[in-house]
């Protein structure tokens, strides 16, 4: 059985606990199974009889905590400390220590006066709630998720070989000095949406690794299209080519603006834009090319492209029924996640401060990420229909993140639209982001486990070692308002920011960018990203071109 | 008052306290077993890490506010990194690759906008002279290199039926 290398770690028993089990086996485990009823909100309470209320056998009161001897059955209620019937039992009869409390549906040991944890009783309180969540089958379905995980993960070694060789190249020049692929972008007329874009995915790495290595040939890609069609690619390509290549005069993306112009209808004029939007737009032009370019994309979706590769997620979505806690999972490709702000934290109103941010009043990421994955009670307007049930219900959605992308781009939406006005205004509060930030509370594993109450038990889609580290290293700032702003970026190289400012670059001080508003901001798997002493990006001695030869067989 | 009344008050209020302090406790254990419960499991590793980044930027914001360290204003007369300084419309010039004129970068785009008959502007103003260039039209002239619009006789933008080609602006260049 291979070892899973757990998001939790499995308590030691109490003796006690150690001493029922030996004593009495699954026996208690598995009567309280048929008990276990779980309420509107997913959470599982024990509850032996819908027609009765649960009385304690002593005192035939029903207030306060109640337990259930694992042993005899008897239940026991504990007001206080004075008045605890469930002590009483304990000592009345030797050996139950164990019982398990009715609202929380946990165990409890008298002796140690404390609750105690067994991966059996959790699989045993979790085996009803999870109808059509698929608890782990491993035995069979092991291997085959294993291969189906080397065959994901394969593109993130090819990642992984290709950054390992620049960077053994790079050793040689190493040498202190302003990091390459640093250069200013003129502002060709209201273009800073896209060169705060450009400038963060100079800097992807999957995209930088891509490009350098010549993966897009220019000339291969005259030859193949015969009926000269623009190549959006190509004209990355070239920017990249001029970026990297050592000369520090602000460079005019306009051919690429050209094209990507004949390409986007609606974006197409001397106006202001939002950076994300060209940024999906951009992705879209690439993915058009790259996936057609003799590539198949196959059956199951995995589109080989560059832009697929590097940005390409997974979100799931899961419709629980409030009734029988039945659920449905949907799933969806994303290249980014757009977030929305945790308004209720804007300081003014301490009232309403969600429980992350009390005391400081201000919004975090980490705030927002939790709020994408809150679950979600839908409006009795919008019941589902459950197949289990065969009836339309209250339902819950949650959503989660299924597979996470090499490269997460967070979009955080600053607008906020009032039906009444009509009309959009932008949020200006400050959002605190992390430098390093741990996406693992918010993959699915990860929330529907919480949702079943944190219980231990094998996940089936418990992902066993992924990278769910991520650097961030690029932010797209905007300042100003809706209509009219300004956008910069914030690139963060050997572990320096530097501020692009369309044809300026400079360098700031992390706190500037702590401070900044961020409005995209773009994570690398921490694997892939290489932080201060390695000099890795540095402009060798001599400003040729060939600093950069294509590294054979860079697959 | 009537006693009576009193009474029934307060054994309501009697009642009514009870009841919140059951619900409340209900939501006090709540909180602490599942509480318990991640901590136990483990699952709360990363509070250590977000609080110091919290820290962190709250420590960013307060020495932001401070005038004297503001480096997000005007950073269009300052140096930049690899000692250059840059106007602020970028005077690069280079030829617009849709018409061949040699154009100042910080104006391609609104040179393009109009070059390539996109945009507001450009669609109005081809409707002022539009008799004029679908005479030009008719007598075959060279169309632009790029037309957004395949039937010089659609009138899908304009509701009085004008014709807009993009002919005129194309020929005369941009008016600056």
Redesign the interface.
Known sequence: MSSIKSSYSIPTECKHLQNYKLKHGLKGYNLIRDSVKIDSFGKSVIDKSKLQVPRCSFCSGCQGRLFLCLICSSMSCSLSPESNHTLLHSQSFSGHEIYVELEMAELYCMVCSDQVYDPDFDKAVVSKQAVGLGLSRRNEDGELRLSKRKRLNFGLDLELKSIKRFISLRDQYSKSCIPLGLRGLNNLGNTCFMNSVLQALLHAPPLRNYFLSDRHNRAMCRKRSSDRRLCLPCDVDVIFSAVFSGDRTPYSPAQFLYSWWQHSENLANYEQHDAHEFFISMLDRIHETEGKAGHVIRDNGDCPCIIHRAFSGLLRSDVTCTSCGFTSSTYDPCVDISLDLDTSTSGRDPGKLSKLNESIGTSTLVGCLDLFTRPEKLGSCQKLYCENCQEKQDSLKQLSIKKLPVVLCLHIKRFAHSPVKKLSRKIDAHLEFPFSLDMKPYLSSSIVRRRLGNRMFAFQDDDIDINTEFEVFAVVTHSGMLESGHYVTYLRLQNQWFKCDDAWITKVNEEVVRASQCYLVYYVQKVLYHKGSEDVSCQPLSSHADAFVPIAGCC | MSTSNDDNLSSHSQLSYQVFG?LL??II??VA??S???A????DR?LD??EE??R??????G??ADPS?S??TT??Y?V???G?T?PP??N?I?D???CGRSIM??????H??KC?G???KARLKATRSSTAAQNRHSRGSPGSA?S?YPNPNSTNRLSNGSLHVTGDDYSNGTLE
């Open positions: 059951e406790d209900s254990v709540d077993s599942e318990h419960r991640i136990r499991l483990g699952l990363n890490a977000a980044e919290l962190l930027s709250l420590q960013a914001r020495s932001a360290s480096s997000e950073s269009k300052v930049d990194i690899f250059q840059h419309v970028a690069e280079f617009c690759m849709n970068a910080g104006r391609f785009a609104p393009l906008e390539m996109k945009g507001r790029y957004p």
